[in-house]
């Protein structure tokens, strides 16, 4: 047991030295960003052409930072009420072009409840956009993504369910670890961007997958407690 005390002691001081070290590195990408768009704007000398292509790089560093960030310490800014079904919405829509441009049929159907949460909205957006978006990117032309929600007046379940080519047990089995992809250009980060945000919420996520049928996400989110009125 002591062991085990000590070698999660020793992650979790590895875990902010990575968080410090990130969020330096990425205040000087951020200058040199900001210098390399006024010189896009200015500049249409030879060398021109590089700079889209190295402020694409830019933005790909950026972004991996953020997300990493967001893993190490995920921020709960603005609290505020809103239903589930709005944000499953805005979710579908931002990332039905994506889903055309592959060839992949995104549907949703969503239920009447009308279930409200109250927490950061911008942070479970962020963590259903990075599932529905593995779903897609593991689906292939003329495959099919759905996103179904069902609420009681306790729990929402969300399922985001896909016809891709599925994961074996082995690789079901390293979900959610951090930095493991099996993509060529994936950060790993994704779900275990996901997986923390949920797990802030309070909410459970689980994976069921046949490889070359399709992946099921199952996400539960608690919904927001009544308030009691004490001393009246
Ligand atoms: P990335 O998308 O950058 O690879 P993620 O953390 O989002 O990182 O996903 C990690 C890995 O999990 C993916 O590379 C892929 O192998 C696997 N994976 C995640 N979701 C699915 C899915 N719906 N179907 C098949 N494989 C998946
Ligand atoms: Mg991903």
């Known amino acids: 047991l002591k062991k085990e005390i000590q070698r999660s002691e020793k992650l979790n001081t590895l875990g902010e030295l990575a968080a410090s070290i990130a969020h330096e590195v990425r ?3 951020t200058v040199v960003k900001g210098f390399l768009q006024l010189m896009q704007q200015e500049e249409k000398g030879k060398n021109y ?3 889209s292509l190295v402020l694409s790089e830019l933005g ?3 972004s991996i930072i953020n997300d990493y960030l967001n893993f190490a310490k995920p921020k709960f800014e603005k609290i505020e009420e809103f239903t589930l079904n709005e944000v499953l919405v805005e979710v579908v829509m931002l990332l039905d072009p994506m889903a055309a441009k592959q060839g992949v049929q995104l549907e949703s159907e969503l239920d009447s409840t009308g279930f409200t949460l109250v927490t950061d909205r911008n942070q479970l957006k962020q963590a259903l956009v990075n599932l529905i ?5 593991a689906t292939p032309d003329g495959g099919k993504v759905s996103v179904h929600n069902k609420s009681d007046c306790h729990q929402a379940s969300i399922l985001i369910s896909d016809t891709g080519k599925g994961m074996t047990p082995e690789q079901l089995s390293r979900i959610g670890t951090l930095f493991y992809t099996t993509k060529d250009k994936g950060t790993g ?8 945000i949920i797990e802030t919420m309070k909410g ?6 046949v490889p ?3 992946t099921e996400v199952r996400m539960v989110l608690p ?3 009544t308030p009691v009125l004490v001393n009246l």
């Open 27 to 29: 205040n000087p990408l």
């Open 49 to 51: 052409q590089y700079l």
């Open 60 to 62: 790909r560093a950026e």
């Open 133 to 137: 978006k593995n779903a897609i990117e």
């Open 189 to 196: 980060l994704g779900t275990s961007v996901s997986l923390r």
């Open 204 to 209: 459970k996520v689980s994976y069921k997958s």
């Open 212 to 214: 070359g049928v399709g």
């Open 223 to 225: 919904g927001s407690q």
